[in-house]
């Protein structure tokens, strides 16, 4: 059974989901409540089936047959280990089932031949199984991602709803370490069928998880839609949690509360089965032809290689301290792409908190799209950089997913490539105004103050108000946000690059105008960042060019998208278009793009390189 409370930190436990229970009467002898100590809220589902049936013998869904009562689930529970036993091999095949649960099916396929290890990285589910199987057993508590073994050591992988909380680009990394050829895997779980609204969804999308396998060279032998059999198990597990309410607060002592909110995630659950968002199903898999690339995140041990390839690439240098302030501290994402040992691809994204049109939204800024310069000639759907950026896409982009919309700055052989191939469309593009510097004599109704990184309390309120009001402005665009916090990070920390963060306030009263950002050079300055109501834009402009004749710059210029030019152009300035496209994801669901066209708010700031 998911675990549908939802919570980050109980999603990570691979193995919630199933839990293929010891015989409880006996443990019941000993406590009234043996399974409290199980993670929320699978002591529940295992509690309430203690009280109504008198044992646990699984906590998986159960699949109802046609006929069959909806208040029977442990003949439905049983019907699904016996649908899964027939697919199986024949005995004496090596077995790793990831997500043991506590135990029985580990036990029925030992006791039927099979040589089975397993492994679960929950240390209160390990205490059950030696409590009901013993200490010598070989299960082992470790989530898959650390697990290693000989290569080709397995015959069959067996994940009983538990790849939903595994990353999938493990999972099928794994399956290629540890499966004997023409291995199987055999993934009996629920997916999401489709996504139409934001916000992340914890089960992996069924056509994503199918492309990704294909990619790993797996060949789908059978696809069974299993979901009209599993869904009868909410209303089981409703209709036991009304049941059994008072026991279930008293025994494992938990709050009404608490359960209120696991039975409106239950409904929830009935809703995305009802409607078609959410499936229950069985994958059957056979690993057959091993790809020539290996796909994987990449991992903080695997960033020298990453900046290695980086430099040779662009013939200069990243250093870890720009690594650290781009993808650090969680701040993105990574995709590589490996022959042996060797990388040879990347893909990296770096996360950005957005207004959608006024709403709070998480985006994902592309960037550092490398191929090695012997690997670029393939640009068909069998190239490094479709495997990339669909993935990329696919996992992490759109409906259901962590970031809602992506953008960025390809070069132009990239953005064609990738909409040729359907990845992306294009929703804006840049456009470039230059304007001469002023002499630097003062204005007199406002003037400059600097801006430092240091703790400033009536800085950081007026960044945010500055913030405030220019959000008021955007309502109808997509915008990064632009606060305190932001301005630290991006400009006045940021380990290589040094701009000049100026405010612009009255001289009588001190009413903050709004906040500049520049970089300059020898030759030239450029007006990176603004932070303003839009009125504000034209007077920022001369004093940025009043900054610029300081800095005895021949010119100042800025980079806008296209679609809010004439904000900057009524400062006058030469117009010229770039050729710098922005690109939207169009390869997996998302905010449609004609909806996304037109409206972006990007300037040099926005790029992770200026």
């Not at 073994?149 to 069959?156: H, I, N, W």
């Not at 599993?230 to 608490?258: F, G, N, Q």
């Not at 992490?396 to 390809?410: A, E, M, T």
């Not at 152009?569 to 390869?587: D, F, K």
């Amino acid at each position: 059974m998911s675990n549908t409370n939802n919570h980050a930190g109980e999603q990570s436990r691979q193995d919630q989901s199933p839990i293929d229970a010891v015989n409880a009467v006996t443990l019941a002898t000993v406590s009234p409540a043996p399974y409290k100590d199980l993670t929320f809220p699978l002591n529940v589902y295992a509690h309430m089936l203690l009280l109504q049936e008198g044992k646990v013998a699984y906590l998986h869904y159960g699949l109802f047959q046609h006929g069959q009562s909806d208040r029977d689930l442990q003949a439905a529970q049983q019907h699904s280990t016996e649908l899964l036993m027939s697919r199986l091999p024949p005995p004496a095949c090596r077995i790793l089932e990831v997500g043991v649960g506590l135990g029985t099916t580990f036990s029925l396929l030992t006791q039927r031949g099979y040589d089975v290890h397993g492994i679960t990285p929950d240390a209160q589910q390990m205490v059950h199984i030696h409590q009901s199987l013993g200490e010598q057993i070989p299960i082992t508590c470790q989530r898959l991602e650390d697990f290693a073994a000989d290569s080709a050591r397995f015959d069959v992988i067996l994940f009983r709803e538990s790849a939903q909380y595994i990353e999938p680009l493990v999972i099928f990394n794994q399956a290629l370490d540890l499966l004997s050829p023409s291995g199987h895997l055999f993934i009996i779980d629920e997916f999401a069928l489709k996504r139409t609204e934001p916000g992340v969804e914890a089960l992996h999308l069924l056509n994503d998880l199918l492309a990704l396998a294909r990619r790993f060279g797996f060949e789908l032998i059978e696809q069974l839609d299993l979901s009209a059999m599993a869904a009868p198990t909410l209303d089981y597990l409703l209709r036991m949690s009304t049941v059994h309410r008072p026991r279930l607060i008293e025994d494992l002592a938990l709050s009404e509360e608490k359960l209120t909110q696991l039975d409106a995630s239950l409904r929830v659950y009935q809703e995305k089965y009802a409607n078609g968002r959410y499936g229950y199903g069985l994958l059957h898999f056979r690993k057959k032809s091993p790809p020539q690339w290996r796909l994987r995140r990449l991992e903080q041990a695997q960033v020298p290689e990453m900046l290695a390839l980086f430099e040779k690439t662009f013939n200069h240098p990243m250093t870890p301290a720009t690594w650290q302030w781009k993808y650090g501290a969680e701040r993105g994402c990574e995709l590589g792409v490996w022959r042996e040992k060797q990388l040879l691809a990347h893909y990296g994204g770096i996360s950005r908190n957005i207004l959608f049109f006024g709403q709070p939204q998480t985006a994902v800024q592309i960037g550092d799209v490398i191929v090695a310069a012997n690997e670029r000639g393939v640009l068909t759907k069998k190239g490094l950089f479709f495997l990339m950026a669909a993935t990329f896409l696919e996992r992490y982009i759109g409906y259901g997913k962590p970031w809602l919309v992506g953008f960025g700055f390809p070069n132009e052989r990239a953005m064609k490539v990738a909409e040729r191939h359907g990845l992306y469309a294009e929703v804006g593009q840049m456009i470039e105004i230059s304007w001469p510097p002023l002499p630097r004599r003062p204005r007199w109704r406002t003037r400059l103050c600097p801006v430092n990184s240091a703790a400033d309390e009536p800085m950081a309120v007026a960044v945010d108000e500055c913030w405030r009001q220019m959000a008021a402005d955007l309502t109808t665009a997509i915008v990064g946000i632009r606060d305190w916090r932001y301005l630290q990070q991006r400009y006045l920390n940021h380990p290589n690059q040094h701009y000049q963060v100026v405010r612009v306030k009255n001289r009588c009263g001190g009413n903050v105008r709004g906040i500049l950002v520049l970089r300059h050079d020898t030759e030239e300055s450029e007006l990176v960042d603004i932070i303003a109501p839009l009125v504000a834009i034209p007077l920022l402009i001369i004093h940025a060019r009043r900054l610029a004749g300081i800095h005895q710059a021949k010119r100042l210029f800025c980079r806008i998208t296209e679609n809010f030019a004439a904000h900057f152009a009524i400062a006058g300035g030469v117009r010229e278009t770039l050729n710098i496209r922005i690109p939207a994801n169009s390869w997996s669901a998302g905010p449609p793009i004609e909806s996304l066209r037109g409206h972006w708010w990007l300037m040099s700031g926005d790029t992770d390189f200026r």
